[in-house]
């Protein structure tokens, strides 16, 4: 099979098309054909040696398929069945094996493709606005990077629980796509000062939650733009991850609550993976949140598709077809 792999971190250069032989299916798992690899920033991150894998290394953490064979005493899949997961490694490549309680079924009318595309994203959605900060129709929540893949979801989770919510964008465009996907207000965060204008859209109160995917330009500025006893949800680095603070710093910006989630520990169980992922189905079933699929790549072109999302390029999905 085709997988892309890496030997040593770095830029995007080290992403190699190899030949290597598919996965066998051990004892509980699954041998997934896969049809759509999703791409994450996690993935350069895992490349540039920020969160760091053993080496070498196939890439993706993320993609839908179908099931070729089953291993031993797998009991709830079955050859040809349609199936998607949002955490198992090497995962940019045409076949993966997948831990049986770590797999979930797409339903008929998820094409392969939107599953894929939804999968790490939209879990990490459900997590932080429902159980890591519940959003409510009282909330006023501030949202980084609102055009992204991650941002996207966001915006639409929140504005489904009737909060007013405000995105960060770079540029024109992106605040068009931040809008479309509900955001009540548009704040340029390259241009303006970001903490001055949430305050300002808030009466000078601060907003409640701040979703901070950007992390090293906005995460020490973000805390002067919550309310007394808001809550800092850092999620991602993809300005570069922030320096440490001290703690006594969350008391003197007003008792402010911090939290660093990672979706894994928010699907750890069977149980989680499939009540979230049943949720995302059923709300991508029902029209109630849309994936913007940006682009699509053969394997042999992720090297593109990394340098694209790295440099602010994209705005949406980008999905790997092996
Ligand atoms: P995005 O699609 O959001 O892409 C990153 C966006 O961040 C860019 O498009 C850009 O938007 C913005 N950005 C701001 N500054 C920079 C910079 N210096 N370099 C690059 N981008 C910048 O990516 P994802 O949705 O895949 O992920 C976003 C972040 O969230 C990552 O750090 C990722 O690891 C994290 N994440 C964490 C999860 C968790 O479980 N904790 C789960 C999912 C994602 P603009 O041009 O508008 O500024």
Do not use: D, R
């Given at each position: 099979m085709q997988a892309i792999q890496i030997e040593r971190t770095g830029?995007?250069?080290?992403?190699q098309l190899i030949e290597t032989d598919p996965p066998q299916p051990a004892a509980g798992h699954v041998l997934v054909k896969l049809e759509a690899c999703g791409i994450n920033f996690i993935d350069t991150y895992h490349r540039s040696g920020l969160y760091p894998v053993e080496l070498p290394a196939i890439l993706g953490l993320e993609g839908a398929g179908r099931v070729e064979a089953v291993g031993t005493s797998v009991t709830h899949f079955k050859p040809g069945d349609r199936v998607a997961y949002p955490?198992?490694?090497?995962?940019?490549?045409q076949y993966n094996a997948i831990p049986e309680d770590r797999l979930v079924k797409v339903p008929d009318n998820v094409s392969l493709e939107l599953a894929a595309a939804s999968m790490l994203q939209g879990l990490t959605g459900h997590a932080l606005t429902h159980s890591t900060y519940p959003v409510s129709t009282d909330s006023q929540v501030l949202i980084h990077a609102a055009a992204g893949g991650a941002g996207q979801l966001l915006v639409q989770l929140c504005k489904m629980k009737g909060a007013r919510v405000i995105g960060t964008v770079s540029t024109e465009a992106k605040a068009e796509i931040a809008r479309q996907a509900g955001a009540d207000d548009i704040i340029f965060y390259n241009d303006e000062d970001f903490v001055a204008e949430a305050r300002r859209l808030t009466d000078g109160i601060g907003v409640d939650v701040i979703y901070d995917?950007?992390?090293?330009?906005?995460f020490l500025p973000g805390l002067d733009a919550l309310r007394r006893c808001g809550t800092m949800?850092?999620?991602?680095?993809?300005?570069g991850a922030p320096e440490p603070i001290n703690p006594a710093l969350l008391m003197q910006k007003g008792s402010l609550f911090l939290t660093r989630p990672i979706l894994f520990d928010y699907i750890a169980t069977n149980e989680q993976l499939l009540k979230r992922s049943q949720d995302l189905f059923s709300w991508l079933q029902n029209d109630e949140i849309s994936i913007r699929i940006d682009q699509q790549f053969p394997l042999a072109e992720a090297a593109t598709a990394h340098r694209l999302l790295e440099g602010r390029q994209t705005a949406g999905k980008l999905l790997l077809i092996p």
């Open positions: 830029g995007p250069e080290v992403l955490s198992i490694p090497s995962s940019y490549a995917s950007v992390g090293k330009t906005t949800v850092l999620f991602g680095n993809a300005s």
